[in-house]
């Protein structure tokens, strides 16, 4: 409940920033997000619709590899491209070169190491370690290669939580260990 608020009150400034009757700060946008909505915003509504369709476990692991591995993945953009994160162009589509996609597999890997030795809540499952990695190759593909929407490209801090939760829920689901 209380995150369905928080997003329709981000929802409501983002839709009053778009409409010019507030500014923010330069600082806070990055350039593509001057005339269009905000990766916060896709950050927060991944975050809601990670908690409500997936288990627990499963929506922590898959908000905190966006959090964290899309950050690294950036970071390391800008290390090793010296911030011009260009896309490799292949017949139709593009994706992030092959250095970054591997900073965010094995951040989100990391990521689910540390999950899976922690002591877990009573209302929460324990996730056996290899799935942990099929929400890693998730994430990773959520991040590297844009998707498309009726024409429209889905930011990837939609995609990314999305892909993870997916791939950890089919994984666990259907007793692929």
């Avoid at 997936?54 to 959090?67: G, H, R």
């Avoid at 390391?76 to 011009?84: D, K, Q, R």
């Avoid at 929460?124 to 998707?147: C, E, H, K, Q, S």
Wanted: net charge positive.
């Amino acid at each position: 409940m209380g995150l369905s608020i928080i997003n329709a009150i981000l929802l409501l400034i983002e839709w009053m920033r778009l409409k010019g009757k507030i500014v923010f700060p330069k600082i806070w946008l990055r350039s593509h997000e001057n005339k269009e909505v905000a990766g916060y915003i896709y950050f927060q509504i991944a975050s809601l619709l990670s908690i409500l369709l997936f288990e627990k476990t499963i929506a922590i692991a898959s908000i905190l590899m966006l959090a964290i591995g899309d950050a690294a993945s950036g970071l390391a953009g800008a290390v090793i491209l010296g911030g011009n994160i260009r896309s490799f162009k292949t017949n139709k589509s593009s994706f992030k070169p092959l250095p970054i996609m591997v900073v965010m597999f094995v951040v989100c890997v990391l990521i689910g190491l540390g999950l899976s030795s922690l002591p877990i809540a009573p209302d929460m499952i324990r996730i056996p370690f290899p799935v942990y990695v099929a929400g890693a190759m998730g994430a990773t593909l959520g991040d590297a290669i844009p998707l498309k929407v009726l024409g429209r490209r889905i930011d990837d801090n939609l995609s990314i939580p999305l892909m993870s939760g997916l791939f950890m829920t089919v994984v666990i689901s259907s007793n692929m260990l």
